[in-house]
């Protein structure tokens, strides 16, 4: 079995990014994950910034001449001013009427060149960093992003496939996403359950974002799950370089060990690069780290 190694290039200037995707390819990665950045594209409702949107058609054209498949991720910590202002996904009205119209921006401008799309990631850590302390706003926003997962399905399926990014270590509320994209019912704890439509079976790829015990968590979301490929988006742990890459050996360990009996297609590093509040397979000047080698060796 085959498994795709890739890692999230971040996007900004563009000789940078080119010289980013030529490294990914050096080092024998096979896919990318690139941010399409909504504040920067979108700073005020209904403005687009094409120049953006360039900068990535040029980028993903690149990457397919390196022999990297681009996928894009259409959602980061960082939303427009304008759509924070109105509520954003914390409010019926902006996050149903903003958010389906971004992803058909994306889907139209980017459409043709992408080789998969990640919608957005992390959603147990985006909802507890939005509403960290009323129970019932957290629960309400947990129901908005379940509803915002399944309205950019509606608009990408039947295109480049959809991944979630799921991140496992948020417990019972992680099992309710993945259980919901398996039956089409939302069973958030404390809250009654709600059928979704077009949630069950919502995604091409199940993804999981991941630190450590990474077997028993695939192993949980192939029970628990609709029947999909997985993949694993892995940030390793550690103080040291050491550390981490004896972090990234024990994760292909459990990758391989899994692989017998559930269909992995791919493996993504959190980043490429060091950046300052995280770390890498390689040092900002492109030098692969210890932990890069167990990447790519793994």
Known sequence: MTILRGAVVATGEAARIADDLEFAAQIGLELVRLDVPWAVAQPRAGANDG???????????????????????????????????????????AASTWWPRWVELVAD????????????????????????????RHGELTVRLVLAWRDAWRILRGGPPVA??????????????????????LRLPGRAERPVADLAGACDVLGIAVRRDVEAALYRV?????????????GPNGTTDT????????????????????DIVSVTASRLLDGPEAHGLATADRRLTDTGEAFVGG
């Open 222 to 234: 192939g029970e628990i799950g609709p029947p999909r490929p997985l993949a694993v988006v892995v």
């Open 164 to 185: 979630t990014s799921i991140d496992v270590a948020g417990g019972a509320a992680a099992d309710a996403w993945i259980g919901g994209l398996a039956d089409g019912t």
């Open 51 to 93: 120049a953006v949107f360039e900068q990535l058609l040029t980028a993903a054209t690149q990457a397919r001449a390196l022999g990297l498949a681009p996928w894009f991720r259409l959602l980061q910590p960082d939303v427009p001013h304008w759509f924070d202002d109105e509520g954003a996904f914390g409010d019926d009205r």
């Open 243 to 262: 550390e981490r890459a004896a972090e990234v050996s024990a994760m292909w360990r459990d990758v391989r060990r899994a692989a017998g009996e559930l």
């Open 109 to 136: 401008r980017l459409g043709d060149v992408a080789a998969g799309w990640v919608p957005f990631e992390a959603p147990v850590a985006m909802a507890a960093r939005i509403e960290p302390d009323d129970p019932r």
